[in-house]
């Protein structure tokens, strides 16, 4: 008579709790690009600490003061291309 277990290559509970492991972990999504290209023109919102006199100086003339920064750090950046 021969052995049922011999039969049975694997454990069944094992094998189920294979399935069950394979049917229910999520796979790794693979990884944003580090570099990506910002849009022309887009903007960030940052944090930056700045001298109490230099702030003065841009916001003297009012309103506006965030976009004269960039564009007085703008003309200190070479450009690309």
Request: charged share 30%; glycine share 4%.
């Given at each position: ?5 011999s ?25 944003a ?13 940052v944090t ?6 230099v ?7 009012g ?19």
């Open positions: 008579m021969s052995d049922m277990r039969r049975r290559p694997a454990d069944p509970r094992r094998a189920a709790e294979a399935a069950f492991k394979a049917a229910t972990t999520r796979k790794p999504e693979s990884p690009p580090s570099t990506l290209a910002a849009a022309p023109g887009a903007r960030e919102s930056l600490r700045l001298d109490s006199a702030l003065e100086h841009f916001q003297k003339d309103p506006g003061w965030q976009d004269r920064i960039n564009a007085a750090l703008k003309t200190l950046v070479p450009r690309e291309g």
